[in-house]
T-cell receptor
Framework: GQQVMQIPQYQHVQEGEDFTTYCNSS?????IQWYKQRPGGHPVFLIQ?????EVKKQKRLTFQFGEAKKNSSLHITATQTTDVGTYFC?????????FGQGTTLQVKP | GAVVSQHPSRVICKSGTSVKIECRSL??????MFWYRQFPKQSLMLMAT?????????EQGVEKDKFLINHASLTLSTLTVTSAHPEDSSFYIC?????????????FGEGSRLTVL
């Protein structure tokens, strides 16, 4: 079945450094979503990408969908302590999503 | 955004007992809700799709007699973990999406942390 692989599993950065997490699939994806889960919390939807090569920005966050629609990335510029959490990519249809393993970001102040 | 509420947030029970978790969509109607399970420091695994007025659809490997799902109204789905055992201890999260919303935009409940002693 469809799978999305996410790397790295963990990332520790100094506040102010950049951070990137990657999501890869062996098959073409119809869409990709990114969610953020704070420690002890529940996943919160960040964004969805559907077009080949699509790039979307939310303040310091940049989301990309690969040209072949098999990979995606989330890049955070100048991390802040509020960015701490686990970032998941997902893909699917009609709300039935398959999630990547997640990348847990730790930010040292 | 849409609000999904889940109750209880934490529950501790003895082995062999049953536990019911409720998931409510507070400001929209949800004909479909999704139940996920998350082990510590792991990803979310889809357990089943809850369909209002009909039987739930379970993912491969999920025992339907163990995890009973009822979706009796457009705003409420329940998950009952029957004859719970310590290996059922986990974080259970429900989700839903308002009709007309983006395909991949799920709104998650706060989650229910189940500990089976």
């Amino acid at each position: 079945g469809q799978q999305v692989m996410q790397i790295p599993q963990y990332q520790h950065v100094q506040e102010g450094e950049d951070f990137t997490t990657y999501c890869n699939s062996s098959t073409t994806l119809s869409n990709i979503q990114w969610y953020k889960q704070r420690p002890g919390g529940h996943p919160v939807f960040l964004i969805q990408l559907v077009k080949s090569g699509e790039v979307k920005k939310q303040k310091r966050l940049t989301f990309q969908f690969g040209e072949a629609k098999k990979n995606s990335s989330l890049h955070i510029t100048a991390t802040q302590t509020t960015d701490v959490g686990t970032y998941f990519c997902s893909s699917g249809n009609t709300g039935k999503l398959i999630f990547g393993q997640g990348t847990t970001l730790q930010v040292k102040p | 955004g849409a609000v999904v509420s889940q109750h209880p947030s934490r529950v501790i029970c003895k082995s062999g007992t049953s536990v019911k978790i409720e998931c409510r969509s507070l400001d929209f109607q949800a004909t479909t809700m999704f139940w996920y399970r998350q082990f510590p420091k792991q990803s979310l695994m889809l357990m089943a799709t809850s369909n209002e007025g009909s039987k739930a659809t379970y993912e491969q490997g999920v025992e339907k007699d163990k995890f009973l799902i009822n979706h009796a109204s457009l705003t409420l789905s329940t998950l009952t973990v029957t004859s719970a055992h310590p290996e059922d201890s986990s974080f259970y999260i429900c989700s839903a999406s308002p009709s007309g919303g983006e395909v991949g935009e799920l709104f998650f409940g706060e989650g229910s942390r189940l500990t089976v002693l």
